[in-house]
C-alpha cells in the first residue's frame, strides 16, 4: 500500500487541474510547444522517435522528482504545524 502522503498526491480527483497556472507558466509553455515544433520539423521519423523516448523519460523524471518534493513539503509542513502548536 502506498504512503498517506502518495494516496494524497495521486487522488483520484483531478487536483491538478483545478490550480490555475500562472501567466509566466502559460508563456513558458507556449515557448517550449513552438521550440519542440520547430525541431520536430527538421526531425526524420526515427529521430522523431528518439525524442519522444527522451520526452518520456523526462517526464518520468519530473514526475519522481515533483513527488518528492511533495512527500518533504508535506512533512515540513506537519512538522511546523507541530512546533507552532507547542
Do not use: C
Amino acid at each position: 500500500m502506498k504512503s498517506i502522503i502518495e494516496q494524497f498526491y495521486y487522488r483520484q480527483e483531478p487536483m491538478y487541474e483545478s490550480i490555475p497556472r500562472s501567466e509566466e507558466y502559460l508563456k513558458r509553455e507556449r515557448e517550449y510547444d513552438s521550440i519542440h515544433t520547430k525541431i520536430e520539423d527538421t526531425l526524420n521519423e526515427e529521430q522523431k522517435q528518439l525524442m519522444d523516448d527522451l520526452w518520456l523519460a523526462g517526464v518520468g523524471l519530473k514526475s519522481e522528482a515533483n513527488l518528492t518534493y511533495f512527500k518533504e513539503g508535506v512533512k515540513f509542513g506537519l512538522l511546523l504545524a507541530m512546533e507552532a502548536h507547542e
